[in-house]
Each structure stands twice: as structure tokens, then as C-alpha cells.
């Protein structure tokens, strides 16, 4: 069971926007910034937005994050194929001994 | 280019011990505090340690607290792990993550699989 709460999976045809909702508490996402990462198949997470809405240099601008009270979501516009792939929110918590938390992932599908 | 590169995975019967090391490039590791994060099998990321750039910070998450240590050795460059008195849910893909306190993991290595199984 994870701390922060995701749709198990999520799809959308070529060219249409897709959002992936990201829900948790008061303790992380209510108060620190959430992060966003891309795991494409059989690879390693990939920072894809940070500081709710912050793009690393090199993410393409199709991809924005918002957060909203003690919810998140990340928006992807013109899909592409290749954008199939898990995507994962997270966040500092400071509840007791919780210190970085994860959403359970969603998988994102190219119709 | 920042680099890091995991090795020391295996299969370890429960109970057993295994040690893993992340080797750092591209940036100067004595600088950042780094992370450990597995990966259950088809599941979801899980934070499981952090140690500061001078290690004198060391956090772990409660399912490995008082079986597992992280350290680091900045001469080079490098971060490990030992994991001692392993349980079958500890099988998972093992990254090692770069992280400051509180904020985002922005580099991973590609990871090495640790299998606990008898």
C-alpha cells in the first residue's frame, strides 16, 4: 500500500492530453513540492518534473506538473508512442520515519 | 555526464548477507548525498536510505532499519550498501539515487537486482 495514491493505469491515442492524478496527506504532498518520474520499459526512473511543475533541462514541454492542496497531477499533451511508460509521483513526508514517499505508479498506454 | 553504476547483486539465501556498491561519475560525489530506492518485482518504487555528503546524516526506512547500512567512501567515489539478515521481501531491483534533503532523486543507475530465495 503506498503513501501517496494513483490510478493503477491510464491511456490515450497519439495527439490527445492525458493527466495522471497523484493524492496524499497534510505530512508530503500538503506540505513539500512533488516530483514526477518516467520509468520506460526495463529501465531506470527518469526525473521527468520536480518542484511540482519544474522541467529538467531536456524534458520536452508536453509534459507539466501542477499541485493543488494535498493532490498532484501530471499532464502530458500531444501524446507519442513513446511516451508508454510507468509514472511515478513522490514526496518528502514529514510524518515520523517516513522521509520520501511514492505513489504505486501509474502505467501509461499508447492506444 | 553524471554516471552511477550499481553492482553486487545476486541470489542470497534468506538470512544471508550481500553488499552493494554504486560507483559515482561526472559530478563531484563528495559534493551530494545520496540514496538508496528498490523495485519489488512488477511493484512500485520504494525509498530505502540516505546518507549525506559527509555521512554524518543517515536515514533508513523502517523495513530495513537495524538490517541494513549504508556508507560511503568519497575518495571513491563511491556508496554501498549492506544488507545483512535478508528476507524474501527484500528481493527487488536496487538503485542508487543522487538527492539533497527534501528534494528530488535526479539521477539513477541502471540498477542490480538482489534475489533473496532459498
Known amino acids: 500500500q503506498s503513501v501517496l495514491t494513483q490510478p493503477p493505469s491510464a491511456s490515450g491515442t497519439p495527439g490527445q492530453r492525458v493527466t495522471i492524478s497523484c493524492s496524499g496527506s497534510s505530512s508530503n504532498i500538503g506540505s513539500n513540492t512533488v516530483n514526477w518520474y518516467q520509468q520506460l520499459p526495463g529501465t531506470a526512473p527518469k526525473l521527468l518534473i520536480y518542484?511540482?511543475?519544474q522541467r529538467p533541462s531536456g524534458v520536452p514541454d508536453r509534459f507539466s506538473g501542477s499541485k493543488s492542496g494535498t493532490s498532484a497531477s501530471l499532464a502530458i499533451s500531444g501524446l507519442q508512442s513513446e511516451d508508454e511508460a510507468d509514472y511515478y509521483c513522490a514526496a518528502w513526508d514529514d510524518s515520523l520515519n517516513a522521509y520520501w514517499v511514492f505513489g504505486g505508479g501509474t502505467k501509461l498506454t499508447v492506444l | 555526464e553524471v554516471q552511477l553504476v550499481e553492482s553486487g547483486g545476486g541470489l542470497v539465501q534468506p538470512g544471508g548477507s550481500l553488499r552493494l556498491s554504486c560507483a559515482a561519475s561526472?559530478?563531484?560525489?563528495?559534493?551530494?548525498?545520496m540514496n538508496w530506492v528498490r523495485q519489488a518485482p512488477g511493484k512500485g518504487l520504494e525509498w530505502v536510505s540516505y546518507i549525506s555528503s559527509s555521512s554524518s546524516t543517515i536515514y533508513y526506512a523502517d523495513s530495513v532499519k537495524g538490517r541494513f547500512t549504508i556508507s560511503r567512501d568519497n575518495a571513491k567515489n563511491s556508496l554501498y550498501l549492506q544488507m545483512n539478515s535478508l528476507r524474501a521481501e527484500d528481493t527487488a531491483v536496487y538503485y542508487c539515487?543522487?538527492?539533497?534533503?527534501?528534494?528530488?532523486?535526479?539521477?539513477w543507475g541502471q540498477g542490480t537486482l538482489v534475489t533473496v530465495s532459498s
Open positions: 539515487a543522487r538527492a539533497i534533503l527534501y528534494g528530488p532523486h535526479d539521477y
Open positions: 561526472g559530478f563531484t560525489f563528495s559534493s551530494y548525498s
Open positions: 518542484s511540482n511543475n
